[in-house]
């Protein structure tokens, strides 16, 4: 299904939209007055870029010095070529230890590879632990943003939830009551739990530690509870230096939720006396990326979510009419290069208004690639025949000055007396769904321009 129609079923509830909009816009302006707060923002951004930019052009090296530290420090390092392979070596490791419960924290890329589902049918019992990835494992949905997963939910579907699933008592939906039952909820799971699965937002090739940003530092207790850590990694995760980290932790959050810093910022080097460290570091498409030029920059991306908050489409369409992992601009600039057909829609659902590029932390041109690659869609045939061909159509009419006069002409009158019905018909007209047409002129530019010059 493309992301109109998707779009179109959100839009249904159009009250839900409002605040939909509302609120991330709200999250928006957090981050302009947490950037605006900090003078040296501009300059950091371009340090970020130069530093992302300088480790993608030299991958292969940094991944290599990133294996050879982590190895000294006594943590184990997987590769994986993709999701199959990440969710087999997971699901290796949980039968080497007869691991059948798991707690996971803070992994988009867990997401990307559906390793839930697949641990499930393995007969694993794996617990999301951040607050909103919980509530939406309850409901058996994807998140709809990268750092406010439960974002589409209001308390009322919170509270709805926690009743069918917690047995909380129907109609609570205090924040705090709910909160508390799942602090409860997760605890349990936390104290039995064998293997803690961590995300990792970044990945220092000097020291071989991974490093994990949470707010409610529930991967520290996961971890330090479980004998074993498995990291799941993109392999664009990596940063040089320990000294280059500051830098991305002071645009992160900032980006993000206008916070200065998440509340826990947690480095993981080794494994602690006695138990194991796993690192599984994942390719997945990733290297077809850094292939294609035009969108190699995508790979720079710290998944902070500042371009879905700022962008009008996303805001008014919802992370799950994205269909994709990671949803709104730079979803759209991913996706394609791991499913093409599947995703062709995802890049004409943006205005390349730009306000997703402006607001990148590590300058990622988004709006262009964005534009870039609705030319390699049309290029590879992957656009809906209507738009083609009338794309082509419209082509012939533009190149023949004569046909273009008269195909105005013709409109101008037309316009004037067709009926509403036939002109705005909703099934081959989507453009006029939420739009009126203005008075048709009486001449044309050209005719008005003719008739300035003879003045
Ligand atoms: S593309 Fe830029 S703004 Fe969007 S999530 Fe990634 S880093 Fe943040």
Not at 128 to 139: A, H, K, P, S, V
Request: aromatic share 8%; charged share 25%.
């Amino acid at each position: 299904m493309s992301h109109s129609k998707r779009s179109n079923i959100f839009l249904l509830d159009a009250e839900r939209t409002t605040w939909h909009d509302e609120t991330l816009w709200f999250v928006r302006q957090k981050r302009d007055k947490a950037v605006y707060a900090t003078p040296e923002f501009q300059e950091l951004r371009q340090l970020a870029s130069d530093i992302k930019d300088h480790t993608l052009s030299r991958l292969d090296f940094y991944l290599q010095q990133f294996e050879e530290n982590a190895r000294r420090n006594g943590v184990q390092v997987h590769w994986a070529a993709d999701a199959h392979e990440h969710n087999q070596i997971v699901l290796g490791l949980l039968k080497r230890h007869g691991a059948t419960r798991v707690v996971k924290s803070k992994s988009m890329l867990t997401e990307e590879c559906h390793l839930n589902p697949y641990l499930i049918k393995h007969g694993v019992d794996v617990v999301d632990t951040d607050l909103g990835e919980r509530i939406i494992q309850l409901r058996d949905e994807a998140p709809s943003h990268v750092v406010l997963p439960a974002i589409h939910l209001k308390k009322e579907d919170v509270g709805d939830t926690f009743h069918l699933h917690l047995g909380t008592e129907k109609g609570n939906n205090d924040p705090q009551q709910l909160t508390e039952t799942a602090r409860q909820h997760l605890r349990e799971k936390f104290l039995v739990s064998e293997v803690a699965i961590s995300g990792v937002n970044f990945a220092v090739a000097e020291t071989g530690s991974v490093v994990v940003c949470t707010n409610e530092g529930n991967a520290d207790l996961g971890v330090n509870l479980a004998k074993v850590h498995i990291a799941c990694m993109g392999m664009e995760k990596l940063i040089p230096r320990l000294s280059d980290l500051s830098v991305f932790t002071r645009i992160l959050t900032r980006s993000a939720t206008g916070q200065p810093i998440t509340t826990y910022t947690s480095h993981f080097s080794k494994p602690a006396e006695g138990k194991e460290m796993h690192v599984v570091i994942v390719d997945n498409g990733r290297t077809k990326q850094l292939g294609r030029p035009d969108f190699r920059n995508s790979l720079k991306c710290i998944r902070c979510g500042a371009c879905m908050n700022t962008c009008p489409v996303y805001r008014r369409s919802g992370g799950h009419s994205y269909d994709f992992t990671i949803p709104g601009p730079i979803g759209a600039i991913l996706s394609p290069n791991i499913d093409m057909r599947k995703h062709a829609s995802l890049p004409f659902a943006s205005t390349l208004c730009g306000s997703c590029t402006d607001v990148c932390p590590v300058k990622i041109d988004i709006h262009t690639q964005l534009y870039k690659w609705r030319q390699v869609l049309g290029q590879e045939g992957e656009i809906p025949a209507s738009k083609k061909w009338s794309m082509r159509l419209l082509s012939r009419v533009l190149s023949k000055p004569a046909v273009y006069g008269l195909g105005g002409k013709v409109a101008r009158q037309g316009l004037r007396f067709l009926p509403h019905g036939l002109t705005h018909g909703k099934g081959y007209n989507p453009w006029a769904i939420a739009r009126e047409l203005p008075e048709p002129p009486k001449q044309s530019f050209r005719e008005w321009y003719a008739q300035q010059a003879v003045k």
